[in-house]
């Protein structure tokens, strides 16, 4: 069974710090690309930041990019995500992804549950 449980979350005000991580099992982590979406409430879903299996590059929204940083570990199979200067509109639950292509041309896809962060003051 694939697993992937996102913690971390919480409420902060604006210019604080929170680190999410993404425990994942069931499949080969170091196989997956991983990813974090958000979802604000009456937005839809964003890509916030990602990394390669290997965790050799790393993409952000431009709106995160400085702030935040993805990051993996491969022997504990678990992504993580750093936020600094967290802003208001940062507030969302945000959600592990990992993504694999397979030898047809599609890909193999799992989703966590998510975790929510709410800044305010």
């Known amino acids: 069974q694939v697993q992937l449980v996102e913690s971390g979350g919480g409420l902060v005000q604006p210019g604080e710090s929170l680190r999410l991580s993404c425990a994942v099992s069931?499949?080969?982590?170091?196989?997956?690309?991983m990813r974090w979406y958000r979802r604000a409430p009456g937005k839809e879903r964003e890509l916030v930041a990602g990394?390669?299996?290997?965790?050799?590059?790393?993409n952000y929204t431009d709106s995160v990019w400085g702030r935040f940083t993805i990051s993996r570990d491969n022997a504990e199979n678990t992504v993580y995500l750093q936020m600094n200067n967290l802003k208001p509109e940062d507030t969302a639950m945000y959600y592990c992804?990992?993504?694999?292509?397979?030898?047809?041309?599609?890909?193999?896809?799992?989703w966590g549950q998510g975790t929510q962060v709410t800044v305010s003051s």
């Open positions: 992804y990992a993504e694999r292509p397979t030898a047809w041309g599609d890909a193999l896809k799992y």
């Open positions: 069931g499949i080969n982590f170091s196989r997956y690309a």
């Open positions: 990394i390669t299996s290997t965790g050799g590059t790393t």
